[in-house]
C-alpha cells in the first residue's frame, strides 16, 4: 500500500535567525543566514505531514522528492576562519522522537587564513528515503528541512549559507 502527500502540508517550522520560510501550501523552503567576525548559527526550515502507520504494519519506507533551487556557500577569512554548510533532511517523527532519518549535504565551505571558498548548485531534483519498523495503528509524520550552518572567528572572517528547495511530494509504503 502506497499513500502520496503533496502539498497543501499541514506542518512547518522554522528556527534560527536570517531569512527563513516554509510555505506548507507550497512546499516551498527557504534558508539563508549570515555572520560576521566571531559566533556559529544554526537555521532550519521544514514542511511536512501527518500518516497512519496501518495496524499490522512491520516496516515503513517514506521517501520524499525534492527539487533543489539553489544552495551557496561563501566564506571568506582575512585572519581568522569561516565554515558554512547547507543540508537537506527528511525525517519520520513518532511524536518528537525521529525514528527513520536521511541527511545530505549539498556542499560545505571552509575557509582559513587569507582564503576565501564560493560554493553553489543547482537546479536540480534530490530523491531521499528512509525506513522504520513501525506501524500498530500509530500517527507519525514526515518532514523535509533545509538546514544551515555559518561559523567564523577573526578580522575579516564571515560566512553565508543558504539553500532554496520545494518539497515535492513524500510517499509512504507498507511493506
Known amino acids: 500500500m502506497t499513500t502520496i ?3 497543501p502540508y499541514a506542518l512547518n517550522y522554522t ?3 536570517g531569512y527563513l520560510r516554509a510555505d506548507p501550501g507550497a512546499g516551498r523552503l527557504a534558508n539563508s543566514q549570515t555572520i560576521h567576525f566571531i559566533g556559529s548559527s544554526q537555521s532550519i526550515a521544514q514542511v511536512g505531514s501527518g500518516f497512519q502507520g496501518p495496524s499490522g504494519t512491520r516496516r515503513i519506507r517514506v521517501e520524499a522528492t525534492v527539487r533543489v533551487d ?3 556557500l561563501f566564506t571568506p577569512a582575512l585572519i581568522g576562519y569561516a565554515s558554512a554548510e547547507t543540508i537537506m533532511n527528511l525525517r519520520v517523527m ?5 525514528v527513520a532519518h536521511d541527511r545530505r549535504s549539498l556542499g560545505r565551505a571552509i575557509a582559513a587564513v587569507f582564503w576565501v571558498t564560493d560554493l553553489r548548485g543547482g537546479p536540480f531534483t534530490l530523491y531521499m528515503a528512509a525506513e ?3 506501524g500498530g495503528g500509530r500517527q507519525y509524520s514526515a518532514h523535509v528541512d533545509v538546514e544551515t550552518w555559518v561559523g567564523a572567528g577573526g578580522i575579516g572572517a564571515g560566512a553565508i549559507a ?3 528547495a520545494v ?3 513524500f510517499r509512504v509504503r507498507v511493506l
Not at 513518532?94 to 525521529?98: E, I, K, W
Request: without cysteine; glycine residues 18%.
Open 5 to 7: 502527500l503533496r502539498p
Open 15 to 17: 528556527q534560527g535567525s
Open 70 to 72: 539553489s544552495y551557496f
Open 94 to 98: 513518532d511524536g518528537s522522537r525521529v
Open 132 to 134: 522504520f519498523w513501525g
Open 162 to 164: 543558504s539553500g532554496y
Open 167 to 169: 518539497a515535492q511530494e
